[in-house]
């Protein structure tokens, strides 16, 4: 690891935590209803979308018709982008003439898209139109980001509140979500990206000679809206193929800087927001701590064993004796533009939230800097996390924290003032049973399926590889890949599309009863036996089950894969 690389991560962390407080004090107005400086320019956008749409403001929802509303927007929703895609080549706004998308990708795109997740088995060059990009995707990456960060206002207002029923308005929160948060963002992010290069047009795609003198296609479109609300929306699915590795759609090293920040801001800030709520902000930054601690040593992993490359390059005489591996590191796969830090930086980033978005090929990291993504999902995805999903995860692992905690103890373990009891914990533990159940399920199926074996670009251990992280990527609601894995078949694109359907609403509905449930309950008072949750000791505890639950799950799987393919790879052992 260098000085410079270094550097450069402790300033993103630095501009994160400073805009940590005031998008969450922001954010925790905007969802009480309250006045903020954005009210005068859109107010009358927000109450024009309650009387279209016949909302009542001040009305609330039970936990089952709030997850009632989720379900029902999300089907909806989901069924408009595939019979947008099936039908593509006979609507307007497509220059190339695209052909319409098949059944299955267009079920695997809409469910990737509905669920947050923007896995993309398709090259969406040669793939969507102007109008299936807009219409079809850029929108679902509002509504899937809307979606989740409702989910867990619902959740924070199941500790916040006491003695009611409801937990809110789904179709209130969506529609503040939408209005005053990400709109706002993604214009202003959209704008920096034009003003770093990244294109925003409507022309056809321009053909151009390359100096061997033969042809290449120049793809053109509305990019820079779409990677706008992509990264502020965790979504991940890219304009190009390349993603933000393509330099339309990350032009320079501050649009890289940016999307990374574009990232994290909502997911760190509504740890805030959580504090501002629950009306101890300590609380807020207690989860902001234990999900820091996490990032940094995924980070130190990643950055770490990138650095040092490949030690069989030095024996095959590709690299010097002298350096015992790859002297500049492992630059395989990545962008010469941002570097290994940067690269490393992203990726960690990407995958601690459900992204997806990725400026270098994870296929090309070496055996443990490749574990680190894959495992950050496994885990959840709560360091810091998606828009919505971060917080309701991390807050999910608090409630096995305390409970953990309450059985050292002797006592009912609480959380805010709340007791957690038995129906708590049976739907916590449900939600955390489904990733497991789900990523080991299909990945362990299609490891046995000759299907899925031809669509490996490698094999041995890194072949596993390629399966265990296409469907924790799915399951995870990530999006990225170990690009080497061919997903578009009709049974991948069918079951990762179930998967990432599983891994969204099988974790979300069990999590919003809990929330339901929690809402009725009295506050307890603090007493000299309450285990205090916004210290170092809770933090460490914290961190400590999240990675205890994932190493117990997942250690198997990983040591038939990544890990196997580290000691291999020291071994002089290789795969093709």
Same mark, same amino acid.
């Given at each position: 690891?260098?000085?410079?690389?270094?550097?450069?991560?402790?300033?993103?962390?630095?501009?994160?935590v400073?805009?940590?407080r005031? %998008?969450?004090?922001?954010?925790?107005?905007?969802?009480?209803?309250?006045?903020?400086?954005?009210?005068? %320019?859109l107010?009358?956008?927000?109450?024009?979308?309650?009387?279209?749409?016949?909302?009542?403001?001040?009305?609330?929802?039970?936990?089952?018709?709030?997850?009632g509303?989720?379900?029902?927007?999300?089907?909806?929703?989901?069924?408009?982008?595939?019979?947008?895609?099936?039908?593509q080549q006979?609507?307007?706004?497509?220059?190339?003439?695209?052909?319409?998308?098949?059944?299955?990708?267009?079920?695997?795109?809409?469910?990737?898209?509905?669920?947050?997740?923007?896995w993309?088995?398709?090259?969406?060059?040669?793939?969507?139109?102007?109008?299936?990009?807009?219409?079809?995707?850029?929108?679902?990456?509002?509504?899937?980001?809307?979606?989740?960060?409702?989910v867990a206002?619902?959740?924070?207002?199941?500790?916040?509140?006491?003695?009611?029923?409801?937990l809110?308005?789904?179709?209130?929160?969506?529609?503040?979500?939408?209005?005053?948060?990400?709109l706002?963002?993604?214009?202003?992010?959209?704008?920096?990206?034009?003003?770093?290069g990244?294109?925003?047009?409507?022309q056809p795609?321009?053909?151009?000679?390359?100096?061997e003198?033969?042809?290449?296609?120049?793809?053109?479109?509305?990019?820079?809206?779409?990677?706008?609300?992509?990264?502020?929306? +965790?979504n991940?699915g890219?304009? +190009?193929?390349?993603?933000?590795?393509?330099?339309?759609?990350?032009? +320079?090293?501050?649009?890289?800087?940016?999307?990374?920040?574009y990232?994290?801001?909502?997911?760190?800030?509504?740890?805030?927001?959580?504090?501002?709520? &629950?009306k101890? +902000?300590?609380?807020?930054?207690a989860?902001?701590?234990?999900?820091?601690?996490?990032?940094?040593?995924?980070?130190?992993v990643?950055y770490?064993?990138?650095?040092?490359?490949?030690?069989?390059?030095a024996?095959?005489?590709?690299?010097?004796?002298?350096?015992?591996?790859q002297?500049?590191?492992?630059?395989?796969?990545?962008?010469?533009?941002?570097?290994?830090?940067?690269?490393?930086l992203?990726?960690?980033i990407?995958?601690?939230?459900?992204?997806?978005?990725?400026?270098?090929?994870?296929?090309?990291?070496?055996p443990?800097?490749?574990?680190?993504?894959?495992?950050?999902?496994e885990?959840?995805?709560?360091?810091?996390?998606?828009?919505?999903?971060?917080?309701?995860?991390?807050?999910?692992?608090?409630?096995?924290a305390?409970?953990?905690?309450?059985?050292?103890?002797?006592?009912?373990?609480?959380?805010?003032?709340?007791?957690?009891?038995?129906?708590?914990?049976?739907?916590?533990?449900?939600?955390?049973?489904?990733?497991?159940?789900t990523?080991?399920?299909?990945?362990?199926?299609?490891?046995?399926?000759?299907? &899925?074996?031809?669509?490996?670009?490698?094999?041995?251990?890194?072949?596993?590889?390629?399966?265990?992280?296409?469907?924790?990527?799915a399951?995870?609601?990530?999006?990225?890949?170990?690009?080497?894995?061919?997903?578009?078949?009709?049974y991948?694109?069918?079951?990762m599309?179930?998967?990432?359907?599983?891994?969204?609403?099988?974790?979300?509905?069990?999590?919003?009863?809990?929330?339901?449930?929690l809402?009725?309950?009295?506050?307890?008072?603090?007493?000299?036996?309450?285990?205090?949750?916004?210290?170092?000791?809770?933090?460490?505890?914290l961190?400590?089950?999240?990675?205890?639950?994932?190493?117990?799950?997942?250690?198997?799987?990983?040591?038939?894969?990544?890990?196997?393919?580290?000691f291999?790879?020291?071994?002089?052992?290789?795969?093709?």
């Amino acid at each position: 690891m260098t000085a410079n690389g270094i550097l450069q991560i402790a300033l993103y962390f630095v501009v994160l935590v400073a805009l940590t407080r005031p %998008l969450g004090a922001y954010m925790a107005k905007v969802f009480a209803g309250e006045r903020t400086w954005m009210h005068r %320019l859109l107010r009358p956008l927000e109450a024009g979308v309650y009387k279209v749409c016949g909302i009542d403001e001040a009305g609330e929802q039970h936990w089952t018709s709030y997850a009632g509303a989720l379900l029902v927007f999300s089907a909806l929703s989901l069924l408009f982008t595939y019979l947008l895609m099936r039908i593509q080549q006979w609507l307007p706004m497509n220059p190339q003439g695209l052909g319409n998308v098949g059944e299955h990708l267009a079920f695997n795109t809409a469910a990737s898209f509905t669920t947050n997740t923007n896995w993309q088995s398709y090259t969406p060059e040669t793939t969507m139109s102007y109008l299936s990009q807009m219409i079809g995707l850029a929108t679902h990456n509002f509504w899937s980001a809307a979606a989740g960060i409702c989910v867990a206002i619902a959740f924070v207002r199941g500790f916040a509140r006491h003695s009611m029923k409801t937990l809110g308005s789904f179709w209130v929160d969506f529609t503040r979500c939408t209005v005053y948060i990400l709109l706002p963002l993604a214009v202003v992010g959209a704008l920096l990206l034009v003003s770093q290069g990244a294109i925003q047009n409507f022309q056809p795609y321009t053909t151009a000679a390359t100096v061997e003198g033969t042809a290449q296609t120049i793809p053109q479109g509305p990019l820079a809206s779409q990677e706008a609300i992509k990264m502020i929306g +965790t979504n991940g699915g890219g304009f +190009t193929n390349a993603n933000s590795a393509h330099p339309y759609e990350n032009p +320079t090293p501050f649009s890289n800087f940016l999307q990374m920040l574009y990232i994290f801001i909502i997911p760190a800030g509504l740890t805030y927001t959580f504090g501002k709520m &629950v009306k101890d +902000t300590r609380q807020g930054w207690a989860l902001f701590a234990a999900m820091s601690v996490l990032f940094f040593a995924g980070v130190a992993v990643t950055y770490h064993f990138e650095q040092a490359g490949n030690p069989n390059l030095a024996k095959l005489g590709i690299e010097s004796a002298a350096t015992a591996g790859q002297s500049g590191g492992n630059m395989e796969g990545k962008e010469v533009r941002y570097g290994i830090a940067n690269s490393a930086l992203f990726t960690v980033i990407t995958t601690d939230a459900s992204c997806g978005a990725v400026n270098n090929v994870h296929d090309s990291l070496t055996p443990l800097g490749g574990l680190v993504p894959m495992i950050n999902i496994e885990l959840g995805e709560v360091v810091f996390g998606g828009v919505g999903s971060g917080l309701y995860g991390m807050l999910l692992f608090a409630v096995l924290a305390v409970f953990i905690a309450g059985l050292m103890v002797g006592r009912t373990p609480e959380y805010l003032g709340k007791k957690i009891e038995q129906k708590e914990v049976k739907m916590v533990m449900l939600a955390v049973l489904v990733l497991a159940f789900t990523i080991l399920g299909f990945a362990g199926a299609g490891a046995n399926l000759g299907t &899925v074996g031809s669509s490996l670009g490698n094999h041995g251990p890194h072949g596993f590889s390629e399966i265990l992280y296409a469907y924790s990527s799915a399951t995870g609601n990530n999006g990225s890949a170990f690009a080497g894995f061919n997903a578009n078949t009709p049974y991948l694109d069918t079951t990762m599309g179930l998967a990432m359907l599983f891994g969204r609403f099988l974790m979300l509905i069990p999590l919003l009863a809990a929330a339901g449930s929690l809402a009725q309950k009295k506050l307890v008072p603090v007493s000299a036996g309450t285990f205090p949750t916004h210290g170092p000791l809770f933090v460490v505890l914290l961190v400590g089950v999240v990675v205890i639950v994932g190493a117990l799950t997942f250690f198997p799987a990983l040591s038939l894969g990544p890990v196997v393919e580290h000691f291999l790879m020291h071994a002089g052992r290789l795969w093709s």
